[in-house]
């Protein structure tokens, strides 16, 4: 199983278990539930999603993400929010050297795979489009993703 089909599979599991926690549908950028993407001493990729973890509120207050509190072999982080369309502070995921996944609770679920690749912001998108407000939303958080990264 590769890292992606391992994400996707993690963001499907977290979001049939988000389906019926209360209160599912909150703000437009709320963790739902994350999990984290665990390295095995095999090579293999397992998750474990904690509750009350939340990528937003680790990366919300100033500064880089701290990482002292991440296991050692977490390699990523997949998260279920209401919009796919990724927060500012989530290059600090990507910058601290992990994957995040994000997927959203629309019907048609999609996943998006963000990447940080030779200082730019790279993404994925699984199973569906973005609409055009989307697309405009994402592409003003990628200019500031990478405005953050110029310094």
């Known amino acids: 199983m590769t890292m992606r089909t391992l994400t996707q599979a993690i963001a499907i599991s977290v979001?049939?278990?988000?389906?019926?926690l209360p209160g599912a549908v909150q703000a437009e950028n709320?963790?739902?539930?994350?999990?984290?993407?665990?390295?095995t001493e095999n090579g293999k990729f397992t998750y474990s999603s904690n509750p009350g973890f939340s990528i937003l509120r680790l990366t919300a207050p100033d500064g880089p993400m701290p990482s002292d509190i991440i296991p050692e072999n977490v390699v990523g982080f997949a998260c279920v929010r209401q919009n796919i369309v990724p927060d500012e502070n989530d290059i600090e995921v990507l910058?601290?050297?992990?994957?995040?996944?994000?997927a959203d609770t629309k019907e048609t679920?999609?996943?998006?795979?963000?990447?940080?690749?030779?200082?730019?912001i790279a993404y994925e998108i699984s199973g569906g489009t973005l609409s055009k407000k989307e697309t405009k939303k994402l592409d003003k958080v990628i200019a500031k993703m990478q405005a953050r990264i110029a310094g």
């Open 109 to 120: 679920f999609r996943t998006m795979q963000l990447s940080l690749v030779d200082g730019k």
């Open 95 to 102: 910058q601290a050297g992990y994957s995040l996944t994000l």
């Open 15 to 20: 979001l049939a278990g988000a389906a019926v």
């Open 30 to 39: 709320r963790d739902i539930n994350c999990s984290m993407i665990k390295k």
